[in-house]
């Protein structure tokens, strides 16, 4: 195996050379990646001549799809591919994607179509950093809690700024309603690192008033958000990014004015959430089995990897 891994910055990110993810993997390649992504997070590679086909069977390395999203269309042929395109809406928040649902995809790949000349980058912020942050006081508090997630919101839009285009995305974005309680604090299955699972569809924290929950949240956010947390990946032409959406969130910055942005999406299906006591999240309202199946990790929990 020739994969070479290569650090991008001290707590999240590392770049990914001498693999072709134009032909199938071996055993030893995905190995190799799946380690690097329960250490670094977030992998670059480069994807010279990576189709949506190829894109989908690179994912599929890692379990099964997903289909696109559970409201939102896919690409045209391509029911596992979903557009993220700057004409369909700027989803210029915090969040991990889909974690409305019971079982959000375990990991998201994204894959430049039509990139900016400048601006455009997404960030990426390791969320077991941000737990580990935490003051212990705040740590112990954070355990306890757990948060209701939703897409019952247009999380990217302002009201102010919702016109006829906008409102028909978001209509479409909210036409199944879907409501989750997950850990604030989630375990990852194959490290066992802590990770704060909050991020823009979490509304409220379960058993607390709106405002009450709004400040806790924030409070947890900015952890999350603090710089030498994040990679800010700048896109180049035929690029993928593999992040851990189990213990990551991601933000795709609106600096690039009204010029075209458009990668393409899928994710790998994931595992119901489980808080530092052993509990599962739980359904709220809404059925997703028409998105994703449930995924269970079949790997030996491993030790919790060093700060990197």
Do not use: C
Not at 36 to 63: I, S
Not at 112 to 138: F, H, K, Q, V, W
Not at 167 to 190: D, G, N, Y
Request: aromatic fraction near 8%.
């Amino acid at each position: 195996m020739s994969l070479e891994i290569t650090k991008v910055t001290a707590r999240i990110g590392a770049r990914v050379s001498g693999v072709d993810l134009t032909r199938p993997l071996t055993e030893a390649e995905v190995t190799g990646i799946r380690e690097a992504l329960n250490v670094h997070k977030a992998l670059v590679f480069a994807a010279e001549g990576l189709d949506d086909t190829g894109q989908q069977a690179f994912a599929r390395h890692f379990g099964a799809l997903t289909t696109a999203h559970p409201t939102v269309g896919a690409v045209e042929g391509a029911p596992n591919v979903l557009p993220v395109d700057s004409e369909r809406g700027r989803a210029n928040h915090w969040h991990t994607d889909v974690t409305f649902v019971l079982n959000p995809p375990q990991a998201s790949t994204l894959r430049s179509i039509t990139i900016p000349p400048y601006g455009g980058e997404t960030l990426i912020a390791n969320a077991a950093a941000a737990y580990r942050d935490l003051p212990e006081p705040l740590r112990r508090f954070a355990d306890t809690l757990w948060a209701e997630h939703t897409n019952d919101y247009d999380y990217a839009v302002p009201d102010e700024d919702v016109d006829a285009e906008k409102a028909a995305h978001r209509a479409e974005f909210t036409s199944i309603t879907f409501r989750t309680a997950h850990p604030v604090v989630r375990v990852h299955p194959l490290t066992g690192e802590r990770g704060l699972f909050v991020g823009g569809f979490a509304q409220r924290i379960v058993g607390l008033s709106v405002g009450e929950s709004r400040t806790i949240l924030d409070l947890l956010q900015s952890y999350v958000t603090r710089p030498e947390n994040i990679l800010r990946h700048r896109w180049a032409e035929r690029e993928l990014v593999l992040f851990d959406n189990r213990i990551t969130q991601h933000y795709a910055i609106d600096n690039y004015d009204d010029l075209p942005r458009r990668l393409h999406r899928v994710t790998v299906a994931g595992d119901v959430p489980v808080g530092v006591e052993g509990k599962e999240s739980y359904s709220i309202e809404g059925d997703a089995a028409h998105y994703t199946p449930v995924h269970t990790p079949v790997d030996t929990l491993a030790p919790e990897p060093a700060a990197v």
